[in-house]
């Protein structure tokens, strides 16, 4: 957190994006990751959620999330612009998913554009502001059709019990599912993800 930019603060909110001040500490790589094309996207994960992602993690992100439905609302020219954008939205609906709930069922579809065209009318002034602030209309609204996704899931769990390879280094079960990171085993779930770079044996 304190030499690198690639753990700055603002990789975790954007919006505290200090490039433009001088003080990055790694300009290049700044310049590389962070000035490049962002989308600020609405999906249907344990709710409505909103997120923002680069332009090469789509639809990545959203399948990463668990989502069902998701649909670009905006293209930014960079990250800062992304976060600023982002944060807009969050006093209205949720920027996290509630991985419980996203594992025990699929949320019912919803008409996202129209979801998206609500949002926009109520926060109108604000995204106005942040838009006029950005040179060059670097901030552009989309109405790309809403991206549809399915997972291979043979049944829901009805409670939902995480297993942990810390504290069990054996897991058994019956694999069941497949939603976002997570296996969904007749004897609980497993997020993946959270076991990057664990050296696992499997057995079937």
Known sequence: MRKLACCDMCILKPEQCHFAQGTCREPEWGEANCFVPHYVYLSNTSGLKVGITRHS????????????????????????????????????????????????ENQP?????????????????????????????????????????KYPILEFPEKIKSHNLDKNPLVEGNLIGIKGQYLILDTGVINIRKFSSYHVEFEA
């Open 109 to 149: 579809d919803r008409d996202l554009a129209s979801e998206v065209g609500m949002l926009i009318n109520r926060l109108e002034t604000k995204l106005d502001s942040i838009i006029e602030l950005q040179a060059d209309n670097a901030i552009k609204t989309l109405s790309d059709p809403a991206t549809l996704i």
């Open 57 to 104: 993690q789509i639809p990545t992100r959203w399948i990463d999330q668990g989502a069902t439905q998701a649909v670009i609302m905006f293209e930014v020219s960079n990250r800062l612009q992304s976060g600023l954008v982002e944060i807009t939205f969050k006093d209205l609906i949720n920027d996290k998913t509630n991985w419980r709930t996203m594992l025990k």
